[in-house]
């Protein structure tokens, strides 16, 4: 009978035992499910942050505006490589708008213009 007892009593705490270490694996595989859904949940917000400031962009007036005049008269955007330089007069008598500059010479140019100070550099007596 008394073997029969402590049989039960070890049966009854290592079920107990076991429930336990199942609920916390449960409970841990659970929280790691929240914590990914939490993810998307906040990516997903962040998109639709965007979107409805795209959508409020495209819906100003003045967006609106500036397309149906492109259409109408056909306007194009520049490149951003592009300088305009004062119109000057070749032998041919063509005008020369557009000056490409590379890279090179946009950083030589800045730099020059950087350490160029002819008025301020003049003493004045």
């Given amino acids: 009978m008394k073997v029969t007892h402590f ?6 705490f290592t079920s107990f035992a076991l ?3 199942w609920q916390n694996i449960h409970q841990v595989e659970l929280s790691y499910q ?10 997903l917000n962040a998109q ?5 400031y795209n959508v409020a962009q495209l819906k100003s007036p003045s967006y609106l505006e500036r397309k149906i005049l492109a259409k109408q008269i056909g306007l194009k955007y ?3 490589v592009l300088v ?4 000057k007069e070749e032998k041919d008598n063509s005008l020369n708008f557009v000056k490409k500059l590379s890279l090179w010479q946009r950083i030589n ?4 213009k950087l350490f160029t100070l002819k008025s301020q550099a003049e003493a004045k007596p």
């Fill in 84 to 87: 305009i330089s004062p119109l």
């Fill in 7 to 12: 049989l039960f009593l070890v049966f009854i």
């Fill in 78 to 80: 520049t490149k951003p």
């Fill in 48 to 52: 639709n942050r965007i979107l409805k």
């Fill in 109 to 112: 140019k800045l730099i020059s």
């Fill in 19 to 21: 429930i336990c270490v």
């Fill in 34 to 43: 929240i914590l990914q859904r939490e993810k998307i949940i906040n990516s």
